[in-house]
């Protein structure tokens, strides 16, 4: 559904300077979600990203010049149920290695980073996405289980209590990476409609003082839209990069280096 001019459009005055991590759903379900066209709005059909051949040949170009990087986002990017679709959905596993290697094979890139639809996975989500080797960008806890899990997932579980307890404690860490004994989760901030702009920036100079990782997340059919704090999310986007642009010796990995 998305278009090269949009991307080039938001994006062309910041990849250059900064890494772009473009998160891609292999088989989007149009539905009635914010950013659908008009013209598939309802639409329940999976569109294959093959079958956008524009799109695919402005991704591979930017992929080789290591302006962009690709995260999986889901597979149909559906709510079952009212759900989002790496918590309610069905067959995740078998879905998400199919769209792993999609996206690979399609774009001539590895992809090692998973970024939940709708910012939510379960505990099915997690054991597809820890199958794959994929390392997961997300704020939520580490998913809890009743009855028979695999060891696996309760040594897993094991140390997200561990990080829980130190955060109780108050060691915080919203700018760390944590690790699992199967995947890596980096924790990220949203600069949409419902930011605040001086919030952001108030986290961006938090996480400079303990030289942690600064993740931000956005949609490119929001620039336009207001920020919570009045200005537009390219605004918010353009003063984030201008504050970056004061600090000394910061550097901008991109996914596969921070894994």
């Not at 979600?33 to 059909?45: C, I």
């Not at 090692?112 to 996405?129: D, K, M, Q, S, Y």
């Not at 949203?190 to 600064?214: I, K, V």
Request: proline share 8%.
């Amino acid at each position: 559904m998305t278009r090269p001019e949009e991307l080039e459009a938001c994006y062309r005055s910041v990849w250059s300077r900064i890494p772009i991590g473009l998160s891609i759903t292999p088989f989007r379900v149009p539905g009635d979600m914010l950013g659908v066209p008009d013209s598939l709005r309802g639409s329940t059909r999976p569109l294959p990203l093959a079958e956008n051949p524009e799109l695919v040949d402005f991704l591979r170009r930017r992929i080789e010049e290591r302006r962009v990087h690709v995260a999986m986002h889901g597979y149909e990017h559906t709510k079952p149920g009212g759900q989002p679709e790496y918590v309610g959905g069905t067959d995740l596993a078998a879905k998400t290695a199919r769209g792993k290697r999609y996206l690979e094979e399609l774009l001539g890139c590895r992809v090692r980073t998973f970024v939940p639809p709708n910012n939510g996975i379960g505990r099915a989500g997690v054991e597809a996405i820890a199958a794959e080797r994929l390392n997961l960008v997300s704020n939520q806890p580490h998913p809890r289980g009743l009855g028979s899990l695999p060891p696996a997932f309760l040594m897993d579980a094991l140390i997200a209590a561990q990080y829980a307890l130190r955060n109780r404690l108050g060691r915080r860490d919203g700018f760390a990476i944590r690790s699992y004994l199967r995947f890596q989760q980096a924790p990220y901030h949203t600069l949409g409609p419902g930011s605040s702009l001086p919030a952001l920036l108030a986290a961006l100079r938090e996480c400079r003082r303990c030289s942690g990782l600064f993740i931000l997340a956005t949609h490119y059919h929001a620039f336009e839209r207001r920020m919570a704090s009045g200005e537009t999310v390219a605004a918010g986007l353009a003063a984030i990069l201008d504050e970056l642009a004061s600090y000394d010796a910061v550097r901008f990995p991109t996914y596969a280096e921070i894994w």
